[in-house]
């Protein structure tokens, strides 16, 4: 493994460990010739996921690409990471037990949208309000009524005529 800081090749591993739910090793490293110390992460690939956008285009699924989205979503948000990292592992887990290798980026939207939902009501919607384009204050409104719906519970108002 390269280290991050000065590009040697020869880094070796001080500890090694499974994560919590147990889909990954841990990996603690240290470089012999800066002493840099870093993590990796080691994972069970089943296959090789190609996302197929808007566009036609065809990229290589990016999980740190997906965890950087979540990131943005969850910001400032009071959510244990183990939680978000259990819901990425589920979300490539079923984008991986699918038939196809090429998945439409409509498809991993929307399986980030369930999961949020679960997750954060709020991070559901800053990540709602990108993922679906929303152009006018209303559709926040909307996505909000949808979400309260679920809960039985009206949704909360700002102040204003009772």
């Known amino acids: 493994m390269r280290c991050p800081y000065c590009g040697s090749l020869d880094t070796?591993?001080?500890d090694s460990r499974p994560t919590e739910d147990a889909s990954a090793i841990r990996r603690r490293r240290v470089c012999p010739d800066?002493?840099?110390?870093?993590?990796t992460f080691e994972r069970?690939?089943?296959?090789?996921?190609i996302v197929l956008k808007k566009s036609g285009r065809r990229v290589p699924f990016d999980r740190d690409k997906l965890m950087q989205s979540l990131s943005i979503?969850?910001?400032?948000?009071?959510?244990?990471?183990?939680?978000?990292?259990?819901?990425?592992n589920?979300?490539?887990?079923?984008?991986?037990?699918?038939?196809?290798?090429?998945?439409?980026?409509?498809?991993?939207?929307?399986?980030?949208?369930?999961?949020l939902r679960a997750l954060d009501g709020v991070a559901y919607v800053?990540?709602?309000?990108?993922y679906r384009n929303f152009r006018e204050a209303r559709e926040f409104g909307a996505i909000i009524d949808e979400l309260a719906g679920?809960?039985?519970?009206p949704p909360p108002r700002g102040p204003g005529p009772a």
């Open 90 to 115: 589920g979300i490539v887990r079923q984008l991986e037990s699918q038939g196809d290798s090429e998945i439409p980026s409509d498809r991993i939207g929307e399986l980030v949208m369930e999961g």
């Open 34 to 39: 800066c002493a840099g110390r870093f993590t």
């Open 73 to 88: 979503a969850l910001r400032k948000r009071p959510v244990d990471p183990e939680r978000v990292e259990r819901m990425v």
């Open 150 to 153: 679920e809960d039985g519970e």
């Open 44 to 49: 069970v690939q089943l296959r090789e996921l």
């Open 126 to 130: 800053r990540f709602a309000s990108v």
């Open 12 to 14: 070796q591993v001080k």
